[in-house]
T-cell receptor, first 111, second 112 residues
């Protein structure tokens, strides 16, 4: 089956620093989403980005579907950015809409 | 706008007891609905999905079952819980299988 790999698995930043999270996937996809899971477990939608580049405030994301990877950029990090970031994809050949998740990147932003 | 609700938020149940978790969506019609489970420290795994009333597909064989009695209601059940059923259960909806999915707040289940 499709593999979704995220890197790095863990990341510690000082407040104000920038970071890049990466998501590699092994097959063509129809959907790619980035989520932030907060300390209460809620999955917050960050980006729906099967291709191209999007920006939302201090966050931006780029997906290069032909090369099967996506990047999430966090600029001027804040302590509230701490949590787990997940990348999830829907197979291009699938008919269920099942999201296949990576194992996540755990981010800790220190004041 | 659309909202998705789950209850209960937390649940502690003894092994062998029954389970019923509920998910409802407001502000949309005929959504695709999904149940995912997250084990501690890991990514999410799809358990069931539904494209319409009474239509349930299972992704992983287990002692859980799902039902969709109404268009915007999705229920996860078990007749007898196992220790391994502990985890964080999330319901999600989407307009169609290629669109953005949105998740509910989740139910944290502990089986003792």
């Amino acid at each position: 089956g499709i593999q979704v790999e995220q890197s790095p698995p863990d990341l510690i930043l000082q407040e104000g620093a920038n970071s890049t999270l990466r998501c590699n996937f092994s097959d063509s996809v129809n959907n790619l989403q980035w989520f932030h899971q907060n300390p209460w477990g809620q999955l917050i939608n960050l980006f729906y980005i099967p291709s191209g580049t999007k920006q939302n405030g201090r966050l931006s994301a780029t997906t290069v579907a032909t090369e099967r990877y996506s990047l999430l950029y966090i600029s001027s990090s804040q302590t509230t950015d701490s949590g787990v970031y997940f990348c999830a994809v829907v197979l291009g050949s699938g008919n269920t809409g099942k999201l296949i998740f990576g194992q996540g990147t755990t981010l800790q932003v220190k004041p | 706008s659309q909202t998705i609700h789950q209850w209960p938020a937390t649940l502690v149940q003894p092994v062998g007891s029954p389970l019923s978790l509920e998910c409802t969506v407001e502000g949309t019609s005929n959504p695709n609905l999904y149940w995912y489970r997250q084990a501690a420290g890991r990514g999410l795994q799809l358990l069931f999905y539904s494209v319409g009333i009474g239509q349930i597909s299972s992704e992983v064989p287990q002692n859980l079952s799902a039902s969709r009695p109404q268009d915007r209601q999705f229920i996860l059940s078990s007749k007898k819980l196992l220790l391994s059923d502990s985890g964080f259960y999330l319901c999600a909806w989407t307009r169609d299988r290629h669109n953005e999915q949105f998740f509910g707040p989740g139910t944290r289940l502990t089986v003792l």
